[in-house]
């Protein structure tokens, strides 16, 4: 459920101006107001675009913050495979099946 | 009047996004293909134009996910995402609510459908009216098809979609153009992002441009996955439209694997 909440928060942010205001002026105050764990508000603040990937954010929403934070597109893409390096494979969702790699 | 035009294009974000860092050859060649269509477009003269599409959670996200969603609104805008990062422009499109009622309603008697009075217009459909409505001037009718996740509507009732379209439009008399937008094979958004399974998609094609229901209903969703990546799900665009042009077959305008572009880029028409 809770990938659910960090996916919700991104969907929200892409979405919503009044969301992304709160983003640019209270980032804390907006992450409290998701049932997040440690693991999670950590991988949202750092940002660890990597470590989102892995944990199951769909790309199609998670594209989007990583270009928020600064991330061209190679950067995005090394992000992630960086972050398979480093935590393992994707835990759940939609990229868990076999890529065929 | 019935359907004028119906038709499928690509509609990946990199299309117009990273345009800038593709092969100029191929893309030329592509972006000759999407002009072609919108010339042809014109040509059919359509009141409105119905796009079938596969958002990516820019308006329904999975608290109330519909399987199947047509747009009702007096007008639309687009795109959500950043101007710089896909390349395209905001602008504002005309509606068409009283003949999306009228369709809707009709279509029921064979669909669920859910409306959407607001609709914020992703790459999914902005990068197609980038090129066939440059203007913005052409009323649309957005409908989205959830290929994001499961639980995913069954390939038949796409196919069914479309058979309920066109005959709702045949009970119409404005001239109505549709266009499915959809990957074939792609990865997009992830690690694999640019792999393309040319093969794969030059027969998923073969069975779409011949309509053949039974060859195109028999595609399982975890080969496809497999096979064609989680982009692949968007082939119930193109299934879509091939239902409402039943009957019909239709011609490949360009298709070419580009990438960059993270997709095996397609312009194709039906022979109505």
Redesign the interface.
């Known amino acids: 459920m809770s990938l ?1 909440n960090v ?2 928060l991104l ?1 929200q942010l ?2 919503d101006p009044a969301v992304r205001r709160r983003f640019d002026d209270a980032f804390e105050t907006l992450l409290a107001d998701y049932e997040l764990t440690e693991e999670e508000q950590h991988a949202l603040r750092d940002p660890d675009i990597g470590l989102l ?1 892995v944990m199951g954010v ?7 913050y990583a ?2 934070r600064g991330f061209e ?1 190679n950067a995005y ?1 090394e992000a ?2 960086e972050g ?1 390096r480093k935590y393992g494979p994707v835990r759940t ?3 868990t ?5 | 009047m019935s359907l004028v035009f119906a038709g499928v294009c690509s509609h990946a974000p990199g299309i117009t996004g990273r345009r800038d860092r593709a092969d100029p050859v191929v893309r030329d060649a592509f972006y000759s293909a999407y002009d072609r269509m919108r010339q042809a477009l014109e040509a059919a003269r359509p009141d409105v134009l119905v796009v079938v599409g596969a958002e990516h959670f820019a308006n329904f996200f999975m608290n109330n996910m519909p399987a199947l969603c047509v747009g009702m609104g007096d007008h639309y805008e687009g795109p959500i995402e950043d101007e710089a990062w896909l390349g395209i422009k905001h602008a504002r499109f005309p509606g068409a609510p009283e003949l999306s009622m009228q369709l809707i309603q009709d279509m029921m008697n064979d669909v669920d459908l859910a409306y959407a009075q607001e609709w914020k217009f992703d790459h999914g459909i902005m990068v197609p009216l980038h090129f066939l409505t440059p203007r913005a001037d052409l009323p649309i009718i957005p409908v989205n098809i959830n290929c994001q996740g499961p639980p995913l509507i069954p390939l038949k009732r796409c196919y069914d979609f479309g058979r309920a379209l066109k005959r709702a439009c045949d009970a119409r008399p404005e001239r109505i153009a549709v266009i499915g937008t959809g990957g074939i094979s792609h990865w997009p958004a992830t690690p694999d992002s640019g792999r393309i399974n040319e093969p794969w998609d030059r027969e998923f094609l073969d069975k779409f441009l011949g309509n053949r229901r039974e060859e195109l209903l028999a595609y399982d969703d975890a080969e496809t996955w497999r096979e064609a990546g989680q982009g692949g799900l968007e082939i119930r665009t193109f299934i879509a439209v091939a239902g409402a042009a039943e009957g019909h077959t239709g011609e490949l305008w360009f298709y070419a694997p580009i990438p960059i572009f993270a997709v095996g880029c397609t312009v194709a028409v039906m022979n109505l």
């Open positions: 659910y996916q919700k969907f892409n979405r990937y769909n790309g199609q929403i998670l594209m989007h270009a928020l597109w893409m992630m495979r398979e969702g939609l990229y099946r076999a890529q065929g790699r």
